[in-house]
C-alpha cells in the first residue's frame, strides 16, 4: 500500500511495506491509532488527523504496533488512505466517484459531506460510508434484501483478522 504514495517514500518501512489495502479495508494495518478518547485530547488521532495539514503524511507515519491483519482497530486513518489511493486510482474527485459508482447505482441519493472544502480531506469517509451503505442497503434496494452486517463481517472481516479482539484505541 505503502507503495502507492511515492510522494512519501520517505515513511516507507519494511514493516509498513507488508500493508496491504486489504488490512486497510479490515481495519487492521497493524499502525498505531487511537479514537477511543476524547475528541479533545492530544491522543485522539482522529482529531489529529483532521488538523493535520497533510492528512495521508499524518496516517502514513504511524508506528507499526503489531503485524497487518493480526488486530482490528477502527482507524480514520485507514479510510483516509483508502479514500486517497481510490481518488489517485480512478483520476475521479471522490465525492464524484462515490456518487456515480456507489450510491446511485443503490438508488440512494447522496449530498457529499465535505470538510472545509478539501477533496482529499472529504475522501475520508468514502470508506466507511461504504460499508454503512452496504449494512443498510437492503432499506434501499430489494436486490440486497438480507444483507446484515453480520453478513459482512464473517464474510469479507473476520476472514481477514488474526485477533478476533476488537480494539478502537491502540
Known amino acids: ?81 483508502l479514500g486517497g489511493a481510490l481518488a489517485k486510482a480512478t483520476g475521479a474527485r471522490i465525492d464524484d466517484y462515490a456518487r456515480d459508482r456507489l450510491f446511485a447505482p443503490l438508488g440512494i441519493d447522496f449530498e457529499w459531506l465535505g470538510f472545509a472544502g478539501s477533496a482529499e480531506i472529504a475522501a475520508f469517509v468514502v470508506p466507511e460510508l461504504d460499508l454503512v451503505v452496504a449494512i443498510n442497503a437492503a432499506h434501499y434496494n430489494s436486490r440486497l434484501q438480507g444483507l446484515t452486517a453480520t453478513a459482512i463481517l464473517n464474510r469479507f472481516v473476520l476472514p481477514a483478522i488474526k485477533d478476533r479482539r476488537v480494539s478502537f484505541a491502540c
Do not use: C
Open 1 to 81: 500500500m505503502i507503495d502507492f504514495f511515492p510522494a512519501y517514500a520517505d515513511l516507507h518501512t519494511a514493516a509498513k511495506a507488508r500493508i496491504t489495502f486489504r488490512h486497510l479495508l479490515t481495519m487492521s494495518p497493524g499502525l498505531a491509532w487511537t479514537e477511543a478518547v476524547a475528541w479533545k485530547s492530544p491522543k485522539n488521532s482522529e482529531r489529529q488527523l483532521f488538523e493535520a495539514k497533510d492528512p495521508f503524511r499524518y496516517a502514513l507515519k504511524q508506528r507499526v504496533v503489531s503485524p497487518p491483519g493480526i488486530v482490528f482497530n477502527y482507524s480514520g486513518g485507514a479510510t483516509t488512505l
